[in-house]
């Protein structure tokens, strides 16, 4: 094999899927570096894994170089941007949420990896399909799914009579009342970050049966139903929260709760994450570790059900790239079972997978503190329901427009005037 001209042995064996069967190194030469720009995760156990395990690994397997870059997740979207625009940037990008449908124009075809994916792994979950496809293209390969759930102080909510997180909204104001008059507010990022305010906000609004369109693509926000989730949320704000949520970013919340000056907060798992991690570093006021008063509970419901709205991560390649065969090569050597789940392992739950096949998995036996998170990828609405998951509700998102809309509204504007706002706003995308 060895003596074969490469471009005949790739064409003589079906490319890039035929070098992975072969467990051998393709034969690219020795300066082919593929740029891998991810965020800087919440699980530092994960980004450890990467560059000291699996990216060497990888390298080793490929004959490929991996030049590993991390930033801060909200530097993702402005460093595509710019990216595309100059031409030149990294060969792999992490986006976030439905972000790939703003540079579909921009990125390469994917579909060979994720085709190869869902068979072996399930057919992918909703959430992976309406971020990271459109019109049968598949424009990113589905990376995983961090679940937003609220981390509760069990002890605390027991002081106050909640043996059991509250099922409803109107139930969970009530609680966190008598939290926040004992000085245990309810911590929650309203402000432009994004995971856990799209995640707590986007389903709120659709719990109360508001949403940005209708089905048809219609701008249906300036709605009675949203003026209700409105309304419910500066009276829960100012009886139940932690008032300087407003300039929170996605850390912030994590930082408090780890401090004990919050009681509750939508979160991913990497607060109990890190609690199991510096046992001794995290204690409650009684000296316990802090790990174990702590529990994970869905969001409440509200009039109109309940709802969820977790954030997803995907990789896109862009056009630009001098590398895509050899991106290509990683991103499915990535995704391989054996590799990926090294990865999967490593946060404990925090991230789960996009495909049914990682639900059975054993990790999930090892903390019941953690099951909660196991389906998270099969529960989740997407950004822009109940239309379409397209660069619309992507714009909408990026722009934050919901989350300004409640922001405001809890700054003191009225609902309806931050409604009509928000109609205003969302007439100039859709229309």
């Known amino acids: 094999m060895s003596k074969i001209h490469r471009r005949k042995f790739l064409k003589t064996t079906g490319g890039m899927a035929a070098i992975l069967a072969t467990g051998k190194a393709p034969a690219f ?7 891998w720009l991810r965020w800087n995760d919440f699980v530092p156990a994960a980004d450890a894994l990467l560059k000291d395990t699996l990216i060497p690994e ?25 990216a595309i625009q100059s031409g030149a940037g990294p060969d792999i990008i992490m986006l976030s949420n439905n972000h790939p449908h703003l540079y579909k124009a921009s990125l390469v075809d994917v579909g060979d990896i994720c085709d190869g994916i869902a068979k072996d792994q399930g057919a992918f979950f909703d959430i992976a399909k309406g971020n990271s496809s459109t019109k049968g293209k598949w424009i990113s390969v589905p990376s995983n799914v961090v679940g937003g759930l609220i981390a509760w102080r069990k002890s605390w909510f027991a002081e106050v009579g909640a043996t059991e997180f509250p099922k409803t909204w109107d139930e969970y104001r009530t609680v966190g009342k008598k939290l926040k008059d004992k000085g245990h507010p309810i911590g929650q990022a309203v402000s432009q970050s994004f995971g856990d305010p799209p995640s707590f906000i986007y389903p709120l609004l659709w719990s109360y049966g508001g949403a940005e369109v209708d089905d048809a693509g219609k701008v249906t926000i300036n709605s009675k139903e949203t003026i209700e989730a409105l309304k419910f949320m500066n009276a829960f704000w100012k009886d139940a929260c932690d008032e300087g949520g407003l300039a929170w970013d996605d850390s912030s919340n994590n930082r408090a709760f780890l401090a004990g000056t919050i009681s509750a907060t939508l979160n991913g798992a990497s607060i109990y994450i890190e609690s199991l991690r510096k046992p001794e570093q995290y204690k409650t006021e009684t000296g316990q570790p802090l790990k174990t008063d702590i529990l ?6 509200g009039p109109n059900g309940h709802f969820n709205s977790h954030l997803y991560h995907s990789h896109v390649i862009p056009s630009y790239s001098k590398n895509q065969t050899q991106a290509k090569a990683f991103l499915k050597w990535f995704h391989t079972p054996a590799n990926y789940e090294k990865w999967f392992i490593t946060f404990k739950g925090f991230n789960t997978p996009p495909n049914p096949m990682w639900e059975t998995h054993r990790m999930w036996e090892e903390d019941p503190v953690m099951l909660p998170y196991k389906s998270a990828g099969k529960t989740s609405k997407l950004p822009g329901f109940k239309g379409e998951p397209n660069e619309k509700a992507a714009e909408v998102l990026s722009k934050y427009t919901i989350i300004n809309m409640f922001a405001a509204s809890i700054k003191g504007q009225s609902p309806e005037a931050a409604a009509k706002a928000a109609e205003d706003e969302l007439k100039k995308i859709y229309i």
């Open 58 to 82: 990888a390298e080793k397997a490929l004959g490929i170089k991996v030049n590993f870059e991390r930033v801060n997740a909200n530097d993702l979207q402005p460093r595509i941007t710019s």
């Open 296 to 301: 994970h509970a869905p969001l409440p419901s």
């Open 29 to 35: 030469a020795q300066a082919s570096t593929v740029h």
